[in-house]
């Protein structure tokens, strides 16, 4: 089936929810593909793909500020729960920048679903994808992601201090691609408050360009 076509047999629903949509941009020109791409992306969500779901709940949790947040986390807790590691990063850092009760339950399913063997995959897709945005939500970006990015923190497992070092962060964030990901590998908690915090950074490079 063309990537852009739809059809409404209800027994394509596993057809949808196992669909790729590699060949299908992420932010296609309206004026082109007028609402086929929609129609698509919106009929493979409505069946569960964790792809569509994923760009779904970005484009409305980071895209479309508070008014649609809640919308967006459940669609990424539920690509993220369904084993995309991409949308684990995201997911994850939504818990982990909500500090409190939810950063160890943040943590915990990133390091499950993030390892080195899929880190490099992983960071390319969310740079390529932020970076494509056609919009981010400034509200978003000032009263969560620019806060935690700023503060010390303290691993929530060894205890370690945290300092988010501007410089390097933003390094890190503007050379995914182009070399190979190493953790330190001393504490997997460690690592995981890292990915959130160069996550943080793609959109703060976004704010500062």
Not at 25 to 43: E, I, S, T
Request: aromatic share 10%.
């Amino acid at each position: 089936m063309p990537p852009f076509e739809t059809d409404n047999n209800d027994e394509n629903e596993s057809i949808y929810r196992q669909m790729s949509l590699v060949d299908v941009p992420d932010f296609p020109q309206v004026d082109f593909y007028g609402n086929r791409y929609q129609d698509l992306v919106d009929r493979c969500r409505e069946n569960g793909n964790e792809e569509a779901l994923f760009r779904h709940g970005m484009d409305h949790y980071f895209g479309r500020g508070s008014t649609s947040s809640a919308l967006g986390r459940e669609w990424l807790m539920r690509a993220a729960n369904g084993g995309h590691p991409c949308t684990s990063i995201a997911y994850c850092s939504i818990l982990v920048m909500s500090g409190a009760d939810e950063v160890p339950t943040g943590l915990n399913i990133m390091s499950n679903a993030v390892n080195p063997s899929n880190l490099q995959e992983c960071r390319d897709r969310m740079a390529e994808y932020v970076g494509g945005m056609p919009y981010v939500s400034m509200e978003m970006v000032f009263s969560t992601i620019l806060p935690y990015c700023e503060k010390k923190l303290h691993c929530s497992a060894c205890g370690a201090d945290l300092e988010n070092d501007w410089t390097v962060g933003m390094m890190e964030a503007t050379m995914i691609g182009q070399k190979q990901i190493e953790w330190n590998g001393e504490c997997k908690a460690c690592d995981m408050h890292w990915e959130v915090f160069i996550f943080g950074m793609l959109f703060c490079s976004r704010w500062m360009d």
